[in-house]
């Protein structure tokens, strides 16, 4: 990867985290079938009810008013397929972010320990 500005160059350090990836795969096998079964659904009530479900990390992200907005003003971004996308980024962030708190908190009790 080539990052020309030095004040990105701490990008090249950055890994994924295994943990918030993992994550990432239990959410996508969660909810790709769900969004298959809603896909082939014949009844429109339970396809509704079955992308909502698949798509809660969307959905909570949906219902701020200003976001709300944005969302019905775009009508690309009304799509399962880029709401699951963005489900997925908010799913590995949010793990990410816990991982990161519990590695820290950890760190800090072992260091409390020795002390």
């Known amino acids: 990867m080539i990052i020309a500005h030095p004040r990105l160059q701490w990008i090249?350090?950055?890994k994924p985290n295994k943990a918030a990836l993992v994550l990432c795969g239990l959410y996508s096998a969660l909810a790709v079938p769900l969004l298959a079964l809603a896909v082939f659904e014949r009844d429109i009530k339970s396809a509704v009810v079955l992308q909502q479900v698949a798509l809660i990390p969307f959905t909570m992200i949906a219902t701020i008013p200003r976001i709300y907005q944005f969302i019905v003003d775009r009508t690309w971004l009304n799509n399962m397929y880029v709401g699951f996308a963005i489900s997925l980024s908010i799913v590995y962030?949010?793990?990410?972010?816990?991982c990161w708190s519990l590695i820290f908190v950890v760190s800090f009790v072992a260091v409390r320990r020795r002390a």
Do not use: T
Not at 93 to 98: C, N, R
């Open 12 to 14: 090249k350090s950055k």
């Open 93 to 98: 962030v949010a793990a990410y972010i816990v």
